[in-house]
């Protein structure tokens, strides 16, 4: 495909509030002009499912969105056959019972098939699904179509709709899965990228405040012993609640106000405590 297709089909440039690498931008471009599904992984807090967002935002497509569970089965994307009703129905005479097309409620990516308008499909964390999940949607993710046993129908998709996917990378999923995407790994903002992150979100805020405060998350973030590092979306809040509450940006230097903000787990907070404490004794405590 030349290079003008692609421009004429796609030219993703991330959004108002979404800022992209130029790698990500390529792979959202690419997947779209190749109509292939683009799987995107990464730690939690890199902006996965936003980039979702920001795609139908800087396109003007609606997004649908399918959280996948443990116990999602891919049967519920494309329909569902309320059996129980119909019997609820039958017995109490509520309307006609042959006609089970009443029955019949697509799933989310039976609703994006039948939009009249090409939408954006997420299908969000599918590696927390089982290990079939991903393959028994090869089918459907590949001809756009699937068939409905009790009606005898086979949906097809009236437009494609541009597939994003998103892994935590919990557990790895299946190569012939893996064939039909193209694939990106999100990696963590370095110190640069997550200034401009911030100022999209947070304009006016005050430069020494954002300095102190970069320095002391990424610091924070370098810690072997932090289990859950703080990620992008629990630096803006706690951005929020530093300019909110008026604290001295000299303290952000010597001690980490509300850090319930950024931490998550008691063992994370006894981690920073115990480096603070030891640097008390040496030397007097300070970030930098």
Aim: with cysteine; hydrophobic share 40%; proline share 3%.
């Amino acid at each position: 495909m030349g290079k003008n297709r692609m421009k004429e089909v796609s030219n993703f440039k991330g959004s108002s509030t979404y800022v992209v690498s130029r790698e990500l931008m390529n792979a959202v471009n690419v997947a779209v002009a190749l109509q292939k599904p683009l799987l995107i992984k990464g730690e939690p807090g890199t902006g996965k499912t936003m980039l979702a967002e920001a795609i139908a935002e800087s396109m003007g497509k609606e997004l649908i969105i399918w959280n996948i569970k443990s116990t999602t089965k891919a049967q519920e994307g494309l329909y569902v056959y309320d059996t129980v009703q119909r019997l609820y129905d039958s017995q109490f005479g509520e309307g006609d019972v042959s006609d089970i097309k009443k029955y019949i409620k697509l799933g989310k990516l039976g609703e994006a098939f039948m939009s009249e308008q090409q939408v954006v499909m997420l299908i969000d964390e599918i590696d927390k699904a089982d290990l079939e999940f991903p393959n028994d949607l090869l089918w459907e993710l590949d001809k756009m179509e699937f068939h409905i046993p009790e009606t005898k129908e086979t949906i097809r998709a009236k437009h494609r709709p541009i597939v994003i996917i998103t892994s935590n990378a919990e557990k790895e999923l299946p190569d012939a899965f893996l064939r039909r995407c193209i694939f990106h790994y999100i990696e963590f903002p370095d110190q640069e990228k997550m200034e401009e992150i911030v100022r999209v979100h947070y304009p006016n805020i005050q430069e020494t405040l954002l300095q102190n405060a970069m320095e002391a998350f990424y610091y924070i973030r370098g810690l072997k012993d932090i289990q859950k590092k703080p990620s992008t979306s629990e630096l803006l809040d706690w951005l929020r609640a530093l300019t909110l509450s008026g604290v001295s940006v000299d303290k952000i230097t010597t001690e980490i106000p509300f850090l319930g903000v950024l931490l998550k787990k008691n063992q994370d907070m006894d981690s920073l405590l115990n480096v603070k404490n030891r640097k008390n004794n040496n030397s007097g405590y300070r970030w930098r």
